[in-house]
Nanobody, 126 residues
Framework: QVQLVESGGGLVQPGGSLRLSCAASAISVGFYSVGWFRQLPGREREGVSCISSYNGSTHYADSAKGRFTVSRDNNKKTVYLQMTGLQPEDTALYYC???????????????????WGQGTQVTVSS
């Protein structure tokens, strides 16, 4: 059974940083694409960033470019989302998700992912 567990969320002041972690059970995350999504209060879940299994290429939403960095540690079966320059509009529940199929390039669309974590709350406020 595939399990994904997010951690690292919390309360941070505007301009601050957080690093989210997505720990996966079973096989190494290197074989699959992993995405980060967030759901703001009252809004649809949206893609933030992802990392492809094929060559480790990354993809970012416009809102994340230049501020967020996705990476993975295959040995630790963990994918990270380093977030800097956080603003109140980044406040959301952040999820990681993994594809079912091995290989390929990642997408920022929910339909591409089969397995989801429970989320970790990020709150940016002074």
């Amino acid at each position: 059974q595939v399990q994904l567990v997010e951690s690292g969320g919390g309360l941070v002041q505007p301009g601050g940083s957080l690093r989210l972690s997505c720990a996966a059970s079973a096989i190494s995350v290197g074989f699959y694409s992993v995405g980060w999504f967030r759901q703001l209060p009252g809004r649809e879940r949206e893609g933030v960033s992802c990392i492809s299994s094929y060559n480790g290429s990354t993809h970012y939403a416009d809102s994340a470019k230049g501020r967020f960095t996705v990476s993975r540690d295959n040995n630790k079966k963990t994918v990270y989302l380093q977030m800097t320059g956080l603003q109140p509009e980044d406040t959301a529940l952040y999820y990681c998700a993994r594809t079912r199929a091995v290989g390929g390039f990642c997408e920022l669309e929910q339909y591409a992912y089969t397995y989801w974590g429970q989320g970790t709350q990020v709150t940016v406020s002074s």
